[in-house]
């Protein structure tokens, strides 16, 4: 069964600080793996996403790092801020299909 | 750019009844899927179409979950007898394609509570 598992399932960060989310995949056919942040009351909204030829990404606070040996990927959220706090998921898609599989979500508060 | 429609946007509905949902994607968007996220868990794929044609429906309950769309625009996602545990948001996507990744936008949802 094609999983992504994701933690933790709930992160405190003090605003300023470094949020960090982790997921591992199984699936070695894999090969993109997007993150998406989701406000109460509103769909998921892609944030970034990253294909495991590169090992990092980064797209203004926001930066994927990826293992590809480790099946692992992460998100870090730099200077986090109280208008980051949301709920979380990394996904990952089959080659050939957008269909996504996601993990069960991280819900991240920034505390002021 | 007009986002994903779907409607209602909330539901309230006793066991074995039936319901309806209904989605709008964004023009020209030749892809779209229903997904359903139970409270606490990330969205799990329901159906995927390619225009009016469907692509994946392997997690679909067939017995009792229908979905079609017609024309290859609108979606309506069915539920007959509704059960408990089919408490949960049913969110809406679509895409440009569907071979390789891109990207989905998703609509807001519709929370049904089976009571």
């Known amino acids: 069964q094609q999983q992504v598992k994701q933690s933790p399932q709930s992160l405190i960060v003090q605003k300023g600080g470094i949020s960090i989310i982790n997921c591992a995949y199984e699936?070695?056919?894999?090969?993109?793996f997007p993150w998406y942040q989701q406000f109460p009351g509103k769909g998921p909204a892609l944030l970034i996403a990253?294909?495991?030829?590169?090992s990092e990404k980064k797209e203004g606070r926001f930066t994927i790092s990826f293992n590809k040996s480790a099946k692992q990927f992460s998100l870090h959220i730099m200077d986090s801020q109280p208008g980051d706090s949301a709920t979380y998921f990394c996904?990952?898609?089959?080659?050939?299909?957008?269909?996504?599989?996601f993990g069960k979500g991280t819900m991240l508060l920034v505390s002021p | 750019e007009a986002g994903v429609a779907q409607s209602p946007r909330y539901k309230i509905i006793e066991k074995r009844q039936s319901v309806a949902f209904w989605c709008n994607p964004i023009?020209?968007?030749?892809?779209l899927y229903w997904y359903q996220q139970i409270l606490g868990q990330g969205p799990k794929l329901l159906i995927q179409?390619?225009?009016?044609?469907?692509?994946?429906d392997s997690q679909l309950p067939k017995d009792r979950f229908s979905a079609e769309r017609l024309k290859g625009v609108d979606s309506t996602l069915k539920i007959q007898p509704a059960k408990l545990e089919d408490s949960a948001v049913y969110l809406c996507?679509?895409?440009?394609?569907?071979?390789?990744?891109?990207?989905?936008?998703f609509g807001q949802g519709t929370r049904l509570t089976v009571v």
């Open positions: 179409f390619q225009n009016n044609g469907v692509v994946d």
């Open positions: 996507a679509s895409s440009l394609g569907y071979r390789g990744f891109t990207e989905a936008f």
């Open positions: 699936n070695t056919a894999f090969d993109y």
């Open positions: 990253i294909r495991p030829d590169v």
């Open positions: 996904a990952a898609s089959n080659p050939g299909y957008s269909t996504l599989t």
């Open positions: 023009s020209g968007h030749a892809t």
